[in-house]
T-cell receptor, first 119, second 112 residues
Framework: GAVVSQHPSWVICKSGTSVKIECRSLDFQATTMFWYRQFPKQSLMLMAT?????????EQGVEKDKFLINHASLTLSTLTVTSAHPEDSSFYIC???????????????FGPGTRLTVL | GDSVTQMEGPVTLSEEAFLTINCTYTATGYPSLFWYVQYPGEGLQLLLK???ADDKGSNKGFEATYRKETTSFHLEKGSVQVSDSAVYFC???????????WGAGTKLIIKP
């Protein structure tokens, strides 16, 4: 149980185009989903946190107009990289949690990641 | 700010060797500490966790003890196997909305 999928697993696009990445929780309802970005040999950087049905909360320095996040259902969140440029090339990882708030930690379940290359 | 530092890899060991991957942290308050593992081609998985000082997390033969005095959470295993080859991430959480702060990851290579 607690499987999270991402689609596509890799994508190559031209500069200026938009790319959508899907994150799905396959066997549980994800109240909260997270989007991370990982650079080579670096740690995961949290981009934004989204709760189902509400606007995403973006981390400082992340452009909300460039990285559009939608969490329209309890099993699906999407990240759209708009007008992509080569510097957006990276590994994007999503995670999902059953938790909805409070002070206790709820485990995050991670997708396998999406490799984006912008030419 | 809060941060996690873990030893750089890759770490290459022979099968049945003893493993230690160092992890130290800086945090305000009282963080929870985690080790995640990423096997080739798979998503990150929680390996073990500890939520307060002196707690020991353990799973699949791996152990890590939450040491507040040294702000450390080193990962250990007495006898590694080829199947343990993966990237290991140390992380902490101090915020109530489950956000994790990550180390850079350590790639572990076990040779038969």
């Amino acid at each position: 149980g607690a499987v999270v999928s991402q689609h596509p697993s890799w994508v190559i696009c031209k500069s200026g185009t938009s790319v959508k990445i899907e994150c799905r929780s396959l066997d549980f309802q994800a109240t909260t989903m997270f989007w991370y970005r990982q650079f080579p040999k670096q740690s995961l950087m949290l981009m934004a946190t989204s709760n189902e049905g509400s606007k995403a909360t973006y981390e400082q320095g992340v452009e909300k107009d460039k990285f559009l996040i939608n969490h329209a259902s309890l099993t699906l969140s999407t990240l759209t990289v708009t007008s992509a440029h080569p510097e957006d090339s990276s590994f994007y990882i999503c995670s999902a949690s059953r938790g909805s708030g409070g002070n206790s930690y709820n485990e995050q379940f991670f997708g396998p990641g999406t490799r984006l290359t912008v030419l | 700010g809060d941060s996690v530092t873990q030893m750089e890899g890759p770490v290459t060991l022979s099968e049945e060797a003893f493993l230690t991957i160092n992890c130290t942290y800086t945090a305000t308050g009282y963080p929870s500490l985690f080790w995640y593992v990423q096997y080739p081609g798979e998503g990150l998985q929680l390996l073990l966790k500890a939520t307060k000082a002196d707690d020991k997390g353990s799973n699949k033969g791996f152990e890590a003890t939450y040491r507040k005095e040294t702000t450390s959470f080193h990962l250990e295993k007495g006898s590694v196997q080829v199947s343990d080859s993966a990237v290991y991430f140390c992380a902490l959480s101090v915020r109530s909305n489950y956000q994790l702060i990550w180390g850079a990851g350590t790639k572990l290579i076990i040779k038969p």
